[in-house]
């Protein structure tokens, strides 16, 4: 007996297999209350105990093939069993650790903020210091006939902080995603002007979503954002091009541009021109990953290369890591 299966999006043309090494994902949109239950899934994963810290011996291929697929079964059984559990809400006592995560990532952001500087500005005015401005010295002379003269400098000086967080959304990270989502969130608050888009394998701009009332509503919000595919693919490629075709009116030579995320392409190009482009065009740009820097250089993660176009890049899981390294942050931005 033989049977014929008809494949119309098949991503491989070899005989036996459905998918190649790069295939794309997609699904429908996400809703409110879905999003608002994988949001609460989300923060009861442990991110330390997940991605582990930076250390000096290193692991080879086999091993770290076999603790990413133990890493892998782990995550999925524990979402399997919360979903059969239907913890869709708070855990009990889990509101307490939460408040905690909340209050050192609003510390964090109101620390990053004041270090960070806004491009520079020229400010003309009477004083010793500065260049002189001709100019306008002339000007001011004119209405008392040079008596008396007064000198009228420039002196630069920082513009406001002009912010565009880039937030990555999709499955890789989410041992972090509840976190990312409040950074985000956060230093929207706390920013003159933060544009905030979120993405996973294009840009989604979702400024609005976060500017709910409720912390969570807003979250779930985002999530739930219009053109935003949760499935889908990460393809950090396809959301530079999406970025600066789409958004790039938004990347000036005083926007300091922040990206988090964990730099996983999935095999397809990570389009490191790119990334040197928003580099040139941006005031400043940095980096919040997740990972530690063992994992940069792995196969189908581009952190290693995107760091070189970057101001500065910090290994961040939680709001107290957050805390202890937003002066580094900061510097990066200024």
Not at 168 to 175: A, G, I, Q, T
Not at 181 to 206: N, S
Not at 301 to 316: F, K, P
């Amino acid at each position: 007996m033989t049977y014929t299966v008809e494949i119309d999006s098949a991503d491989s043309a070899s005989v036996g297999e459905l998918t190649g090494a790069a295939a794309r994902v997609e699904s429908k949109p996400l809703g409110l209350s879905g999003a608002a239950a994988i949001l609460a899934a989300l923060d009861a994963y442990d991110p330390r105990s997940a991605y582990g810290t930076d250390g000096n011996a290193d692991l080879d291929d086999a091993r770290r093939t076999e603790l990413e697929r133990a890493l892998a079964a782990f995550v999925d059984a524990f979402t399997a069993r919360l979903e059969a559990a239907g913890l869709t809400g708070d855990a009990p006592g889990g509101s307490a650790p939460m408040r905690t995560e909340q209050a050192d990532i609003d510390r964090a952001c109101h620390r990053l903020v004041q270090r960070m500087r806004g491009a520079p500005r020229r400010v003309i005015g009477t004083g010793d210091r500065g260049t002189l401005d001709i100019r306008a010295t002339m000007r001011a002379a004119v209405a008392t006939d040079g008596v008396p003269a007064e000198l009228w400098r420039r002196r630069p000086r920082p513009g406001p902080v002009r912010l565009l967080v880039l937030v990555d959304v999709s499955l890789s990270v989410r041992p972090v995603t509840g976190f990312i989502l409040r950074l985000a969130q956060t230093l929207h608050r706390f920013g003159d002007r933060c544009e905030v888009v979120a993405f996973v394998d294009r840009p989604v701009r979702v400024t609005t979503a976060l500017r709910a009332a409720s912390a969570d509503a807003a979250l779930a919000a985002v999530l739930a954002a219009d053109g935003l595919d949760l499935a889908a693919t990460s393809d950090y490629g396809q959301m530079w091009a999406g970025l600066l075709g789409e958004f790039g009116d938004l990347i000036t030579p005083r926007t300091s541009v922040l990206v988090v995320g964990d730099a996983r392409s999935n095999g397809f190009d990570a389009r490191t021109d790119l990334v040197a482009e928003i580099g040139r065009r941006a005031h400043r740009l940095a980096w919040v990953t997740p990972e530690p820097s063992r994992y940069w250089t792995q196969s189908g993660c581009a952190m290693a290369d995107y760091a070189e176009h970057c101001s500065g890049v910090v290994s961040v899981r939680d709001g107290a890591e957050m805390l202890a390294r937003c002066d580094e942050l900061g510097a990066a931005l200024r």
